[in-house]
């Protein structure tokens, strides 16, 4: 049976024998052909999702986590700690659960979707509400993880990128290749930064005769990458990726680079678009943010000319459950109905 991503990946990950995993059998997530949208759009390419919602927490985090668990855990810390926009902090209550150890999760106030906010507090960590954004609640963390015995969880920690760089590991074992195009949403670019590792790593190993061009995108109102400077107060629906001055830029910039692929953004409006669509075309709910590795691709296809025999590969990084605010404030409403035969057949029939 599958027993998570450490155990699959042993060899290229820096664990020993010794080493103390911890893990809630993370990984293996599906890649799935979404043709619906593709015949919508007229992409040509074979189109999947790798749909990394179905993870334990529901997010691609458990695989940075489950490495950065083990390491602190290995290491003798007794605590982790971390900012997040939602997700991050989801991913380390649950982890640290599961390895005896106590969690702190610092916050963006009233900014953080409600299903992870229910998971953090669910798996019994510290939340620590600050008036302030995702940038300055990550500086706060880093600066007490300098001083005090207690273990920093976000992508800043070498062993979170470690663990993401299997997701491209898995994508190469499913296709049996490198796809030719990865598209995927970019916030504090610690995934991009992971997935171009992966990729190289297992095209040097002689698993993959290529590497994909790496598209990353971005909300407009969060889009510091694209514009070329940071954004004091970044602001998009897609709150998972609401981050102005983003850890990993270099190595986001390099992976774009080396790879011959490009940063885009789209609006919000494009992302509730996405999002829906992809719900309604093809059954994958996302969260907002990983709408724009959908949208994403329709951009891309006006710079590139995809052919059928080309691969994409879109990141859903998310659960689209994560955020049921955002999900039913831009759905209609259920119709209300007298609870009798006659009205109900009316309901659906006269319309
Ligand atoms: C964290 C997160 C992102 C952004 O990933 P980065 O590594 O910060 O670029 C995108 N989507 C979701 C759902 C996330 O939780």
């Not at 179905?54 to 007794?78: H, Q, W, Y």
């Not at 953004?265 to 992302?271: Q, W």
Request: proline share 6%; hydrophobic share 40%; glycine share 8%.
């Amino acid at each position: 049976m599958w027993t998570g991503l450490i155990n699959a990946y042993k060899p290229y990950l820096p664990v020993s024998d010794t080493t103390p995993i911890v893990s809630l059998h993370e990984g293996n997530t599906p890649l799935i052909p979404i043709q619906n949208m593709a015949a919508h759009w007229g992409i040509p390419a074979k189109w999947y999702v790798k749909f990394e919602g179905l993870n334990p927490t529901g997010s691609f985090k458990d695989r940075g986590m489950c490495m950065a668990v083990t390491k602190a855990k290995e290491a003798g810390m007794t605590r982790v700690i971390c900012a997040s926009t939602g997700n991050t902090s989801a991913s380390a209550a649950a982890y640290a659960a599961k390895a005896g150890m106590g969690c702190v999760v610092l916050i963006p106030k009233g900014k953080i979707a409600l299903g992870k906010l229910s998971q953090a507090m669910m798996h019994g960590a510290t939340v620590i509400q600050i008036d302030g954004n995702f940038d300055l609640a990550l500086q706060i963390v880093r600066d007490i993880a300098e001083k005090e015995p207690i273990a920093l969880v976000n992508s800043v920690n070498p062993y979170r990128i470690e663990g993401q760089k299997t997701g491209a590991f898995e994508i190469i074992d499913q296709l049996s290749d490198a796809p030719d195009y990865h598209v995927m949403p970019v916030g504090n670019a610690g995934n991009i930064t992971a997935y171009w590792k992966g990729y190289t790593e297992f095209y040097n190993a002689g698993k993959a005769t290529k590497r994909p061009k790496m598209i990353g995108f971005q909300a407009e109102g969060a889009a510091p990458i694209v514009r070329g400077h940071v954004i004091p107060d970044p602001e998009t629906i897609a709150t998972a990726i609401r981050i102005g001055n983003p850890a990993s830029w270099k190595t986001a910039e390099a992976a774009r680079d080396e790879s011959g692929g490009f940063i885009g953004m789209v609006s919000d409006a494009t992302i509730t678009q996405f999002q829906q669509q992809l719900a309604q075309k093809d059954g994958v709910f996302c969260e907002p943010a990983c709408a724009v590795a959908i949208a994403g691709v329709i951009e891309a296809a006006k710079r590139y000319t995809f052919t059928k025999d080309d691969t994409i590969v879109s990141i859903i990084t998310g659960h689209g459950l994560k955020d049921p605010d955002h999900a039913i404030s831009v759905s209609t409403t259920p119709i209300v109905v007298e609870a009798t035969y006659e009205a109900v057949s009316k309901a659906i029939f006269s319309n």
